[in-house]
């Protein structure tokens, strides 16, 4: 980032090659089909806020704070349609830790779309793009203790599901 703060216009392409597959699994467990769209909206703000970008700062987390926000725009304009987290779902998970079975994938997927947006996020960040809950607090600007209690809700919320689509009927 240090060198496409300093006008270098290839520094641009090598962010968004080491950075965008990543973010856009991480975009699509929180928007869905729009995660292309808003992973445009994300780079296309990095591009206008270069100059606000704090040198020697870490380039992570200050993108994800720039999706999280591109992302919570993105919901609020679209609030009544729903997220179909299993359209469009990528080729390769972005996840450090694939799950085995791709059937059992979208059907956390698809749970995770069931959840309040603050629960999703708070998951999103922590199990699948490995954010402690100490980040993750800075990048939503909430206590740790609220991302905490955000993502215990939302892992109850999910078993709670997941063990309902296991049951027979």
Not at 122 to 145: C, D, M, N, P, Q
């Amino acid at each position: 980032m240090e060198r496409f703060v300093q006008g270098e216009e290839q520094a641009f392409s090598e962010l968004f090659r080491r950075h965008a597959p990543r973010l856009e699994g991480a975009l699509r467990r929180m928007v869905g089909s729009a995660a292309g769209d808003v992973l445009q909206t994300t780079f296309l703000s990095i591009v206008r806020a270069r100059g606000r970008y704090q040198r020697g700062a870490p380039f992570r987390p200050w993108l994800y704070t720039v999706a999280i926000n591109a992302a919570r725009d993105h919901l609020r304009r679209h609030r009544r349609e729903e997220p179909h987290p299993t359209d469009k779902l990528p080729d390769r998970p972005a996840e450090p830790a694939p799950l085995p079975d791709p059937g059992l994938s979208r059907t956390v997927e698809a749970a995770l779309a069931q959840l309040p947006g603050n629960q999703r996020e708070a998951i999103v960040l922590h199990r699948f793009e490995g954010f402690s809950f100490k980040e993750i607090a800075k990048l939503l600007g909430v206590t740790e203790t609220a991302v905490k209690v955000r993502a215990h809700r939302g892992y109850e919320r999910l078993r709670t599901l997941l063990a309902s689509q296991r049951e027979p009927g």
